[in-house]
């Protein structure tokens, strides 16, 4: 008899969901006038026509026990660690989104208390109220138990190196609870060419509004206020790791002018130091292996990006991937066990 080989556990770190309150605020939104290049996709998904191909990404959005479940057991998934679905309460005004975070957290704790095994959560909190945002933190992680936060990028076109914000650094860094930066549309006046073509998201637009907003951070000196603070980027470090030597270079010359502050750090220190990437809805095994030669095997997480892409093919890159199986069991389960304090197996 041959003994049975334990599966692999499978941790998917990037994982979408919504809930009605959450919808149906934002339909409002899709429906009232706003500049912002948010509104494309708000209106696809949460205005959506009955005949429009994207209508069924709202259901999935909202389903956690049914489909969901099914989806990640047919796919060999362990676990999704589950994140209140872009632009999260972002787009609100600070009261709805401080409301509509902790509606959303009381939820999501719910689930994971639910299925421990299944589930695991990144709490939302409003940026736009950076006061209470820290409130609801310190919540969501001592009373909830959550794993972390989730933040889509720019609140109100403003980022996360404004010394406004620095209260919720100071409280990420202190709860040692790591802040996954998700993209939004790019803010506002940096949008323009990124509304033709379909841009606006996840194709171009937002690899680029959130690696700008990872480079504001570094280059500004935030790391040496907050140097334990953990920031996770998706969508493979939204190719930050490839710009590490030009941005070394480049951001000494800006200090040596004055252009930027003198940092204690170079950006590819505080890149390998405050972040670790995610492989969501980026596939490419050259990406890959390029990422964990840059960042170190220790850096980079998996994700899928459901239900905006599909598990199967999630769950073969990474079985496939050419690396060793020690790497694979870091990749698939182990940094994320330690990156969001989720039970080891
Ligand atoms: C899409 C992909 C949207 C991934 C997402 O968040 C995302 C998309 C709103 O393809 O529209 O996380
Ligand atoms: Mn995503």
Redesign the pocket.
């Given at each position: 008899m041959t003994p049975a080989t334990k599966p692999i556990r499978r941790i998917a770190t990037e994982e979408?969901f919504s809930i009605p309150e959450v919808a149906a605020a934002l339909r409002d939104v899709a429906r009232s006038p706003s500049v912002s290049q948010d509104l494309i996709?708000v209106q696809r998904i949460y205005d959506a026509k009955v005949d429009d191909v994207q209508a069924r990404l709202l259901p999935r959005l909202l389903d956690l026990e049914k489909e969901r479940m099914r989806d990640m057991d047919e796919n060999g998934v362990a676990m999704h660690l589950l994140s209140l679905?872009?632009p999260g309460v972002q787009m609100f005004d600070a009261d709805t989104a401080t409301e509509l975070a902790a509606i959303a957290n009381d939820k999501l704790g719910a689930v994971v208390k639910k299925h421990p095994k299944r589930f695991a959560g990144l709490a939302s909190f409003a940026p736009q109220s950076p006061k209470r945002a820290v409130k609801e933190m310190e919540r969501a992680i001592t009373k909830l138990k959550l794993n972390g936060f989730i933040v889509n990028s720019h609140t109100n076109n403003e980022y996360f190196d404004y010394p406004k914000f620095f209260p919720i650094l100071e409280a990420a860094e202190a709860l040692d609870a790591c802040i996954y930066i998700?993209?939004r549309a790019a803010s506002d006046l940096m949008a323009a060419p990124f509304r033709d073509y379909g841009l606006d998201?996840?194709q171009w637009g937002y690899g680029i509004e959130v690696s700008t907003h990872a480079v504001r951070m570094m280059v500004s000196g935030v790391f040496d206020r907050f140097p334990k603070l953990k920031i996770c980027i998706g969508h493979m470090g939204e190719a930050v790791q490839f710009w590490l030597w030009r941005l070394d270079y480049m951001n000494k010359n800006a200090q040596n002018r004055g252009s930027a502050p003198k940092t204690k750090l170079t950006p590819s220190e505080y890149f390998k130091r405050n972040f670790v990437i995610t492989t969501s809805?980026q596939e490419s095994h050259l990406a890959l292996d390029f990422s964990i030669k840059a960042l170190g095997i220790d850096n980079v997480l998996w994700a899928i990006?459901y239900p905006?892409q599909p598990s199967g093919p999630a769950v073969a890159f990474m079985d496939s991937a050419p690396v060793s199986a020690t790497e694979r069991e870091k990749l698939y389960h182990g940094n994320a066990e330690r990156i969001f304090h989720i039970e080891p197996a």
């Open positions: 979408a996709l679905t872009a998700h993209p998201s996840a809805g990006d905006y």
